[in-house]
């Protein structure tokens, strides 16, 4: 299994700023995924991430992939106390697994 | 959308008794299957990999007869935990692909509480 690194852990904002949150590996991967997870949930795709320096865009959220398709960015622009929840990276390898990073919990404050 | 379902969403159980957790493909077959735990505050960790009609390949540390894993058709994959003791206790998620390539999505269940008393 292929190592991802999340920062940061956690991340406490006031309504309104915004946030980053970052994704990194020595490895390169077929495609890198983000997703949101509830307590008690299973996760939720946000976005896939293929080409290498794609960007996209959903709403308030950018995703980026890295030029060397080994890291990748998610950035929340005014965030808004639904955003609160656990962001998950994770690294598709060519065998079809996913490697998921540690996660970063974000709350925001109304 | 694509649909996984997943049960039961919690269960407890006493130790040293089996438990399966189910997860099936609602709207598509799955031909691979995953399976993770996650302990609290951690992220998901790939226990073992199953595509239909073969026998699961499992992650290193992962032991396969404590962890029966069974895919008979295209839209059920079944985890038995056997023997289940209180460190088994975890949330268990499974996840579908159609494809195996993210073209196809990866589908996660709702995840399964376990807790051995």
């Known amino acids: 299994t292929q190592l991802l690194e999340q920062s940061p852990q956690f991340l406490s904002i006031q309504e309104g700023e915004n946030l980053t949150v970052y994704c990194n590996s020595s490895?390169?991967?077929?495609?890198l995924q983000w997703y949101r997870q509830e307590p008690g949930e299973g996760p939720v795709l946000l976005v896939t991430?293929?080409?290498?320096?794609e960007v996209k865009k959903l709403k308030r959220l950018t995703f980026q992939f890295g030029d060397a398709r080994k890291d990748s960015s998610l950035h929340i622009t005014a965030a808004q106390p639904g955003d609160t929840g656990l962001y998950l990276c994770?690294?598709?390898?060519?065998?079809?697994?996913?490697?998921f990073g540690a996660g970063t919990t974000v709350t925001v404050r109304a | 959308g694509a649909v996984v379902s997943q049960h039961p969403s919690r269960v407890i159980c006493k130790s040293g008794t089996s438990v399966k957790i189910e997860c099936r493909s609602l709207?598509?077959?799955?031909?691979?299957m995953f399976w993770y735990r996650q302990f609290p505050k951690q992220s998901l960790m790939l226990m073992a990999t199953s595509n239909e009609g073969s026998k699961a390949t499992y992650e290193q540390g992962v032991e396969k007869d404590k962890f029966l894993i069974n895919h008979a058709s295209l839209t059920l994959s079944t985890l038995t935990v056997t023997s289940a003791h209180p460190e088994d206790s975890s949330f268990y998620i499974c996840?579908?692909?159609?494809?195996?390539?993210?073209?196809?999505?990866?589908?996660f269940g709702s995840g399964t509480r376990l807790t051995v008393v």
């Open positions: 996840s579908a692909s159609g494809g195996g390539r993210s073209n196809y999505g990866y589908t």
């Open positions: 991430v293929v080409t290498g320096g």
């Open positions: 994770a690294g598709e390898s060519n065998d079809y697994k996913l490697s």
């Open positions: 490895s390169v991967f077929s495609s």
């Open positions: 709207d598509f077959q799955a031909t691979t």
